[in-house]
């Protein structure tokens, strides 16, 4: 399945990657193409 993420960066410039269809399914990297890697681990 295809879910949307929103990665947004957060004040300590750690970029934060959602699911907000998968509640809880939040993950974070040092780059957007991380924290986007890592939640698709989920």
Do not use: T
Request: with cysteine.
């Amino acid at each position: 399945m295809r879910y949307r993420v929103l990665i947004e960066q957060d004040e300590d410039g750690i970029h934060v990657a959602e699911a907000s269809a998968l509640p809880g399914c939040i993950s974070q990297g040092n780059a957007g193409n991380q924290a986007l890697a890592n939640v698709g681990e989920w």
